[in-house]
């Protein structure tokens, strides 16, 4: 039978690609955003207890009534906004399910769907596979900021939803206060969705105030924030993560939700429940991964590399304008096989493949990791 792909641009993700070619070239893993240390015994001897007290079967749909309890409790803390539980939380297999399942349950063919490039990169697959058109705007380089009025340039009367990212992945900038108010003031102009993707919303530094679309009542009212469990507790493996939206936007998110995954692990989420209770185990992150970042910038100093601002994730980009004129995926191949050290090409994340000769390097590593794979950028 003669198959037509629905995805014939779609090929093995950068993630995959570069992860392998670590393995096989023996070089440290800087590229994929998984962290190389153990998560707390606690979480993971809370996951025991349920499981050995048979907590092993389907959990609700919609998750079990305990950890939205508790995450409803979180996000009051967190942002100041009264969510209900039953009828405005969640919980999903991961963030990118979250996303899929959203995308999945509002674009219909011929709808047109604003995305910041550089993206993540299930954005635009998942758009297209619901018969939306993705819009790609590129964030300004080198801060990569908003241009809000080539924004409202963009909007049509085909316009459905707007799809941010903050803390960004891959550039670690984030969304400022300002942003979300022009966001705001867009959205109820032209009564557009948006899809806020806030898988990092813990892991921001220098001060910063993480800007959730929860904060802005107007905003909260047209949008669905997404949350990952995964990147928070440093355990992307389990894939668990949820969504938060009014009631009316909910109800048709748990329509897909039902027929692509119905329910997620039940177990972790007994646990996660127990172990959201202690506030420190969340609002300690931001210090835990600055102190990260901050001792791979110390082991970068007299690199010829240059980073550029972070202030968020996970993740730090660094130009190599001074060392070579190479494409980034020619750059990035070569620092694999050749230096043993393996990055993100950040040209890959881009629509229009833009190169401004930047990688993405993944801190979110032991020291001794970050030392070895430093101490052997600084030669280059």
């Given at each position: 039978?003669?198959?037509?792909?629905?995805?014939?641009?779609?090929?093995?993700?950068?993630?995959?690609?570069?992860?392998?070619?670590?393995?096989?070239?023996?070089?440290?893993?800087?590229?994929?955003?998984?962290?190389?240390?153990?998560?707390?015994?606690?979480?993971?001897?809370?996951?025991?207890?349920?499981?050995?007290?048979?907590?092993?079967?389907?959990?609700?749909?919609?998750?079990?009534?305990?950890?939205?309890?508790?995450?409803?409790?979180?996000?009051?803390?967190?942002?100041?906004?009264?969510?209900?539980?039953?009828?405005?939380?969640?919980?999903?297999?991961?963030?990118?399910?979250?996303?899929?399942?959203?995308?999945?349950?509002?674009?219909?063919?011929?709808?047109?769907?604003?995305?910041?490039?550089?993206?993540?990169?299930?954005?635009?697959?998942?758009?297209?596979?619901?018969?939306?058109?993705?819009?790609?705007?590129?964030?300004?380089?080198?801060?990569?900021?908003?241009?809000?009025?080539?924004?409202?340039?963009?909007?049509?009367?085909?316009?459905?939803?707007?799809?941010?990212?903050?803390?960004?992945?891959?550039?670690?900038?984030?969304?400022?206060?300002?942003?979300?108010?022009?966001?705001?003031?867009?959205?109820?102009?032209?009564?557009?969705?948006?899809?806020?993707?806030?898988?990092?919303?813990?892991?921001?530094?220098?001060?910063?105030?993480?800007?959730?679309?929860?904060?802005?009542?107007?905003?909260?009212?047209?949008?669905?924030?997404?949350?990952?469990?995964?990147?928070?507790?440093?355990?992307?493996?389990?894939?668990?993560?949820?969504?938060?939206?009014?009631?009316?936007?909910?109800?048709?998110?748990?329509?897909?939700?039902?027929?692509?995954?119905?329910?997620?692990?039940?177990?972790?989420?007994?646990?996660?429940?127990?172990?959201?209770?202690?506030?420190?185990?969340?609002?300690?992150?931001?210090?835990?991964?600055?102190?990260?970042?901050?001792?791979?910038?110390?082991?970068?100093?007299?690199?010829?590399?240059?980073?550029?601002?972070?202030?968020?994730?996970?993740?730090?980009?660094?130009?190599?304008?001074?060392?070579?004129?190479?494409?980034?995926?020619?750059?990035?191949?070569?620092?694999?096989?050749?230096?043993?050290?393996?990055?993100i090409p950040v040209s890959v994340f881009y629509q229009d493949k833009s190169d401004h000769h930047i990688l993405r390097f993944c801190f979110?590593?032991?020291?001794?990791?970050?030392?070895?794979?430093?101490?052997?950028?600084?030669?280059?």
């Amino acid at each position: 039978m003669k198959i037509q792909s629905r995805l014939p641009d779609v090929g093995t993700s950068i993630f995959t690609v570069m992860s392998r070619m670590a393995l096989e070239h023996g070089a440290i893993n800087l590229s994929q955003g998984f962290p190389d240390f153990p998560i707390d015994r606690k979480i993971i001897e809370l996951v025991h207890q349920f499981m050995l007290e048979d907590h092993n079967q389907y959990a609700p749909m919609l998750g079990m009534p305990g950890l939205r309890a508790v995450i409803a409790d979180v996000i009051k803390r967190s942002f100041g906004k009264h969510v209900d539980p039953e009828s405005e939380i969640t919980i999903t297999s991961g963030a990118t399910e979250a996303i899929y399942s959203t995308i999945a349950a509002f674009i219909t063919p011929g709808d047109e769907v604003i995305v910041f490039d550089p993206s993540y990169d299930s954005y635009n697959p998942a758009i297209r596979l619901n018969g939306g058109l993705p819009i790609h705007l590129n964030l300004q380089y080198p801060d990569f900021s908003v241009d809000w009025d080539l924004v409202r340039a963009k909007i049509t009367a085909r316009t459905k939803m707007i799809i941010i990212n903050t803390p960004h992945n891959p550039s670690g900038s984030v969304l400022r206060e300002a942003d979300l108010k022009e966001l705001e003031a867009i959205v109820l102009k032209h009564n557009l969705l948006v899809l806020s993707d806030e898988a990092y919303e813990r892991l921001i530094f220098d001060g910063n105030v993480h800007q959730s679309v929860l904060r802005y009542p107007g905003l909260a009212s047209q949008s669905l924030a997404v949350f990952s469990f995964g990147k928070t507790f440093h355990a992307t493996g389990w894939k668990m993560g949820y969504v938060v939206a009014p009631p009316y936007l909910m109800q048709e998110v748990r329509k897909t939700h039902q027929f692509i995954v119905f329910s997620v692990n039940t177990p972790i989420q007994l646990a996660l429940a127990e172990y959201l209770k202690v506030p420190e185990h969340y609002e300690s992150l931001g210090k835990f991964y600055q102190k990260k970042r901050d001792f791979f910038l110390q082991q970068m100093s007299g690199s010829s590399f240059e980073p550029l601002a972070c202030y968020g994730s996970y993740f730090q980009i660094l130009s190599y304008k001074n060392i070579a004129q190479k494409s980034e995926v020619e750059m990035a191949e070569e620092l694999t096989k050749k230096f043993k050290v393996a990055a993100i090409p950040v040209s890959v994340f881009y629509q229009d493949k833009s190169d401004h000769h930047i990688l993405r390097f993944c801190f979110a590593k032991k020291e001794e990791t970050l030392e070895k794979a430093c101490a052997i950028l600084r030669t280059i």
